[in-house]
């Protein structure tokens, strides 16, 4: 049963990452575009930074717990995915924008799901059993 959980868990991350790397290429893709407008630019370095959460989360950087404690949790990612879903707009290929658009709300849908279900969420940290047991300890 381990050994389910911990392919399960190392699916997801990777999952999780690749959806990162191809946030980032698409939006790659408006500086790549002849005449982008400036709208579109700032879109896109805004999505390249939301792509960049989704690797540093995926890779459990210890940064990221204290200000992005959402991305502890699949519920939490599930929605993350989705809402990067909206901002993906402005792509300069329209059919990569909407190929991106579907799989990151399959994704997001599917991680919200694992939430529900309690499908490979043994690793899970929850942030706010983690902050309860901090102010314990604070207090003795």
């Known amino acids: 049963m381990a050994s389910t959980d911990n392919q399960c868990e190392n699916f997801v991350r990777v999952?999780?990452?690749?959806?990162?790397?191809?946030?980032?290429?698409?939006?790659l893709l408006v500086?790549?575009?002849?005449?982008?407008?400036?709208e579109a630019c700032i879109r896109a370095f805004y999505n390249i930074l939301l792509g960049l959460l989704m690797i540093l989360a995926e890779t459990k950087w210890k940064r990221i717990k204290p200000y992005f404690g959402?991305?502890?949790t699949y519920f939490g990612k599930g929605l993350f995915y989705i809402?990067?879903?909206?901002?993906?707009?402005?792509?300069?290929v329209k059919i990569l924008q909407y190929v991106m658009q579907g799989a990151l709300c399959v994704v997001g849908v599917g991680f919200i799901l694992l939430s529900f279900f309690h499908i490979c969420d043994k690793k899970e940290e929850d942030p706010t059993k983690r902050e309860s047991l901090v102010e314990e300890e604070d207090a003795v």
């Open 15 to 27: 999952l999780g990452m690749v959806m990162g790397v191809a946030f980032i290429v698409l939006s």
């Open 70 to 72: 959402f991305m502890l």
């Open 31 to 38: 500086y790549i575009k002849a005449d982008p407008n400036w």
């Open 83 to 92: 809402f990067c879903a909206g901002l993906a707009f402005n792509a300069s």
